[in-house]
């Protein structure tokens, strides 16, 4: 018996915020917009240190 | 001898001396002359001119030209001067024209794939007719307002990208957005123009109606709506469902009890007699008295045996407990799959809207929170992420923020779904800029938030109408900040300036838009002004000028790339150094110094805004890029920085971060926002999660929110973080699995193609108690 594939084509879904909204596919972000979602980097959020506890800066 | 021309657009067509004379004759009526002859006389002179030169094909421009000379030569000097004028502007309808063709074409024959202007708003499916069309509809109204509206100077200066007038299609027609009382619309039942709509009666009423009030207000403006009362506009609604709820439950335990065989009616009347005798009514926290004086109206007037009316009533309350909790979740499911598929401007959008909730104890109000909360969290139909409402919760000492406090449990729910579905955001109403306003249980006094970060709480026009609803931004201008630092050469004093030039140019563009709305009249606005909406608008007739009532909105002054113009102005972004920190601050103080300066001489509410810059991330950096080539940390990214936010590129701490962007908070009365960009799935680190929220509210900021991807599998229902493999059933993006896989992964068998359920996926979405 021959096997079924389904799903072929479908693309996963990548929602981001982008200026305060969600955006529900990346295709629809302008050319700047699809950079700056591209270049954003994660900010550490440092454990062991309580509410409002962080490094002099 | 001419016997051909060429035209602008590279035809040629046979030479005609009559079009030379007729345009002469036309410029000379004109001036009063009314000589064909004479207009023929000159156009040979013309034609001898040309010939002259040795020119037998010449140009349109150049036939022009000739015209001029001869008119000017022959002493037709006023008549020259007409012809100039109607020559300038047919060529500025001309420019307009291939200018505004050209953006057509592309709009027409290209996808959204390769058309940026079709993607400038994320939110607008620029594919479709409806959306195409929006597009025409606005690109040509840009173009008109350019050329015809504004001040030449205010034209130049956006076109030229100094300044960037936000929503410039919209110039001559309407204001951004309102935060719109639904408490005070629902009272007595409203229009929405085309139809009268009761008060509603029940929770799902409430709710549907709450769709209908954003969509209608969303017509008559080009900004977002926002509710900013949500819990408490809901809590009625609850309230009457309950006492719906509690009453049929009570006549179904009379009936079992007391042997009754349909005890509904009398049930309900009974319920009336105790409401008129005592004033009192079944409510949710069933701490009023209502069954004592309910059982002693049964016992004693009925004759009832204690007993059994004891049980039934214990049943009544259990009962509708229950039950009013699913009609809650259900009445605020609905709320958010509708804001998610009605749409409204001409069908290419949802409207944009936002709730502000978390403040409100009563169980009314808290049940509203927590299923709102959970329908979110559930998502759409198939598990989706909604997209809309932006949801705002609002923290407060003593309510919410400490455990032990009544609604501690709603802040972590909330974090909770924050951390699967990215809202909600959160405000904070402990900062000083929002405390100072802030009355207990006065929802007119806790300071809201519109989606897109706009904030409208003070009030120079009227100071004893301090207050959030009826209220929104009637306009806003943002500076380009980079640009002003790159042509300062590092000069401080030159900046500083140019800003107070480029300040006074958008202050003065403002006013002038204020005046153009302010004529607007009620009419023109059938649901915000037709209903009251706006704040003083129900004392206006349909045919008044806005101009007064405007005057409770806001004028309101943008920046962006505080960043870049740092980089620019001394070398280093408020990330990198503390002199740039004080320099940054330095310079949005000034600007909200002189918005608070301009408010006081004019009486206006003009304020300062962190722009949200959804059209505007790439076209100042584009066009300051050929004037001024690629500049290190300034020109080189294709998109200038938000506002006041460390550069997103830049490795920062989560909590340096906020410490840094706080103080920018107080400082943007008009609206602001932080984000934090968390790494990993936060709904495995939710005590991260929430010392991140503390950690802002800490730094008393205003608005803020964490980012984290959210992803979703549509083929296995999968949602959280997926790379290039789905964790679930390990397809890759765009990759087929076999059918056999899915379904073991799914764990069921029915029909695949047939079927749009997902028990996996519906098992996610069954609300969990809080
Ligand atoms: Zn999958």
Known sequence: MEEKIVGEGVKFERIRRITGYLVGTLDRFNDAKYAEVNDRVKHQVSTGTGAGVFEKV | MLESIVKRDGREVPFSIDKIATAIYRAAEATGGNNYEESLELASQVVNYIEQTGNTK????????????????????????????????????????????????GLTFTDAKENDIKRENANIDGDTAMGTMLKYGSEGAKQFNELYVLKPEHAKAHMEGDIHIHDLDFLTLTTTCCQIDLVKLFEGGFS??????????????????????????????????????????????????????????????LELLCGYDDALEATKNLCKEVEATYKVSPILANDNGYQEKELELLVNKYKLPVEAVKRAQAFAIKKAAKEIDRKTFQAMEAFVHNLNTMHSRAGAQIPFSSINYGLDTSPEARLVIKNVLLATEAGMGNGETPIFPIH?????????????????????????VSAKRLFPNFSFMDSPFNLQYYKEGDYNTH??????????????????????????????TSVNLPRLAIKAHGNVDVFFEDLDRKIDLIFDQLYDRFLIQGHRKVYNYPFL?????????????????????LKHGTLTLGFIGLAECLKALIGAHHGESVEARNMGLEIVSHMRSRCDMKAKETGLNFSLIATPAEGLSGRFVRMDKE???????????????????????????????????????????????????????????????????????????????INHPVDRDPVCGYTGIIGD???????????????EVLRRIKGYTKNLCSCDENPLEDADKIANPV
């Open chain 2, 447 to 476: 300071v809201a938030y519109m989606g897109c970060r706009t904030r409208v709480m003070s009030n120079v026009y009227d100071p004893s109408r301090e207050i959030v609803s009826g209220r929104g931004n009637l306009s806003f």
């Open chain 2, 627 to 705: 004037r001024y080539g690629v500049i290190p940390g300034v020109t080189d990214r294709p998109y200038y920085t938000n506002s006041f936010h460390v550069p997103v590129y830049y490795p920062i701490s989560a909590f340096e971060k906020i410490k840094i962007e706080g103080p920018y908070h107080a400082l943007t009365n008009g609206g602001h926002i932080s984000y934090i960009e968390m790494d990993g799935d936060p709904s495995e680190n939710l005590d991260a999660f929430e010392a991140v929220i503390r950690c802002m509210k800490e730094n008393n900021m205003g608005y803020a929110s």
């Open chain 2, 392 to 416: 705002i919760f609002r923290i407060k000492d003593g309510i919410n923020y400490n455990p032990g406090e009544p609604n501690y449990d709603l802040f972590k729910l909330a974090c909770r």
């Open chain 2, 725 to 739: 493999v789905c964790p679930r059933c390990g397809r890759h993006d765009g990759e087929g699995i076999s059918e």
């Open chain 2, 58 to 105: 010449p140009t349109v421009e150049e036939i022009q030209d000739a015209v001029e000379k001869v008119l000017i030569e022959t002493g037709h000097a006023r008549t020259a001067k007409k012809f100039i004028l109607y020559r300038s502007d047919r060529s500025k309808f001309r420019e307009m024209n291939t200018r505004l063709m050209k953006i057509y074409e």
């Open chain 2, 529 to 549: 002004m037709g209903q009251g909406i706006w704040i003083d608008s129900e004392k206006l007739k349909p045919d008044d000028e806005l101009m007064e009532v």
């Open chain 2, 192 to 253: 929405t123009g085309h139809g009268y709509i009761r008060e509603p009666n029940d929770i799902a009423s409430y709710s549907s109606l709450a769709c209908i009030a954003l969509q209608s207000n969303q017509n008559d403006q080009h900004g977002g709506q926002s509710i900013p009362n949500f819990e408490t506009a809901m809590a009625p609604g609850v309230r009457k469902t309950y006492r719906k709820l509690y009453v049929s439950n009570l006549s179904k335990g």
